[in-house]
């Protein structure tokens, strides 16, 4: 945690004006690390996110016998020891922030014959850990949690694992991609039943990478995804899209900061991950999709976003997983808008790195927003182009170890009167490293 982070102010200035780049995708990040770890031979990723939860991926892939290397072009090297090969850590495992490498990570290693400790930060430490450990012990794994399933924790594998079928409880791709982990290398088919669709990024690399991988869509959506369980993997050349979840910040702030025009290249487009560009198209934002392509098995464009007069709107429930990152940067856009945003069937908000929704509430609030705390939801009455208030000097807002709460309100601040700050911006480089100097040359754009 540097100095510098600390007590950071964000104040209206000049329009936002350029083209940026962000980060490459922390989802795709961390499974690409995962998978060549697992696969014979090396694989090569470039794009890679280099961002603290990404690098306790690849610290812990390293514990459990991979050898991970970047070389001076940014591409990462990456030797797998094969499925079912995964060594013993010698140490626990620290994830840091990081959700994602948690859970993943017990889900490859409920099928290995190794004991392993997680450990994280205070963040990470509240999370609830039964939505893996639940189905992961029905294929054979023991767990030893802290109080409320929570970290620390300690696991132990088992070989040969059951393979099971699972329908999950919760709209999760995280829960899913950890079953689907654990059922590389249990013997036969393990069975993921998805009633609400979520990120695919798991499946669509563990077909790349060779895995006998089936996804049935049913007539309401429902999605069955099988694979075959002791496999094969291969080595792959990868290349990692930005992330659209990186990309949502300096989007928005060119929607709602009058004058700007910013163009972010090479985002990924993966229509389980785009339903916040489909909001803010139908709340009015000039935000344009050029140069659609597909880059390493996932559908990627570039976007350009206009400032614009945006309209409140009521966010489908069904849309959430497909924007679930982004509702913190999409708050502050409902903020902004004219009229009235309502959301609903967001609970799982509240057990991300913060509970986002309260944390957003209040924080908008502190900025003189008219917003409703459901137990799901907010209710936003924008401030129709009127600057965010903040009283007489600049409100401090508690990031409380959130990356997406830090950035959204740094976001929030370029449209106050007077400012705001941010107490700790130090989260931000477990996601959007070098988010703050691209906020700031886009202020300085032509
Ligand atoms: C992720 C899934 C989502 C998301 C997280 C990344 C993933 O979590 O919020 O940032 O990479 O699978 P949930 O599975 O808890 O919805």
């Not at 603290?52 to 591409?75: F, K, P, Q, W, Y």
């Not at 198209?281 to 098995?297: F, W």
């Not at 464009?301 to 429930?317: E, F, K, M, N, Q």
């Amino acid at each position: 945690m540097t100095d510098i982070a600390r007590n950071m102010l964000f104040e209206p200035g000049a329009p936002l004006r350029g083209t940026v780049s962000v980060p490459g995708d922390k989802s795709i990040s961390h499974r690409s690390l995962m998978l060549s770890a697992l696969a014979v031979g090396e694989s090569r990723v470039s794009g890679l996110l280099e961002g603290e939860d990404v690098l306790a991926t690849a610290a812990a892939m390293r514990a459990l016998g991979a050898s991970i290397e970047r070389t001076d072009d940014g591409i990462w090297h990456i030797h797998g020891v094969g499925v079912g090969s995964l060594v013993q850590p010698g140490t626990a495992l620290d994830m840091g922030n990081s959700g994602t490498s948690t859970r993943l990570l017990m889900g490859l290693l409920a099928s290995h014959a190794v004991t392993a400790t997680f450990v994280g930060d205070a963040s990470l430490s509240k999370r609830p850990m039964g939505r893996v450990t639940t189905p992961l012990g029905l294929m054979g794994a023991a767990f030893m949690t802290a109080p409320g399933g929570r970290l620390p924790l300690t696991m132990r594998g088992l070989v040969p694992a059951v393979p099971i079928e699972y329908r999950l409880p919760v709209a999760s791709a995280q829960v899913k991609s950890a079953v689907l982990l654990a059922g590389l290398n249990a013997p036969g088919i393990t069975r993921v039943i998805e009633p609400i669709p979520t990120r695919d990024h798991s499946e669509r690399m563990l077909k790349g990478f060779g895995a006998e991988l089936t996804v049935e869509t049913e007539a309401d959506g429902t999605r069955i995804i099988s694979i075959r369980g002791e496999a094969d993997l291969k080595p792959q050349t990868l290349t990692v899209p930005g992330d659209p979840s990186s990309a949502a910040f300096p989007i928005v702030a060119a929607l709602i900061t009058p004058g700007s025009e910013v163009t972010v290249t090479n985002v990924g487009m993966n229509p389980t991950r785009t339903g916040l560009f489909r909001m803010l198209q139908a709340m009015g934002a000039d935000l344009t999709i050029t140069n659609a392509r597909e880059v390493g098995g996932e559908p990627v464009a570039d976007l350009v976003a206009r400032h614009s007069v945006l309209t409140g709107i009521d966010v489908p429930a069904d849309v959430a997983p497909s924007m679930i990152d982004e509702f913190p940067i999409f708050f502050v856009a409902a903020a902004c808008a004219q009229g009235v945003t309502r959301t609903s069937g967001l609970d799982e908000l509240r057990v991300k790195e913060s509970d986002r929704l309260a944390l957003m509430a209040r924080g908008l609030a502190r900025i003189g927003v008219s917003v409703e705390e459901l137990e799901d939801g907010l209710v936003i009455t924008g401030r129709g182009g009127d600057p965010l208030g903040g009283g007489n000097s600049p409100p401090t807002i508690a990031a409380e170890l959130d990356h997406r709460i830090a950035m959204s309100f740094a976001i929030a601040g370029l449209n106050t009167r007077g400012g705001l700050i941010i107490d700790d911006m130090s989260p931000v480089a477990t996601s959007f490293p070098g988010f703050v100097d691209m906020m700031a040359s886009l202020k300085g754009g032509a």
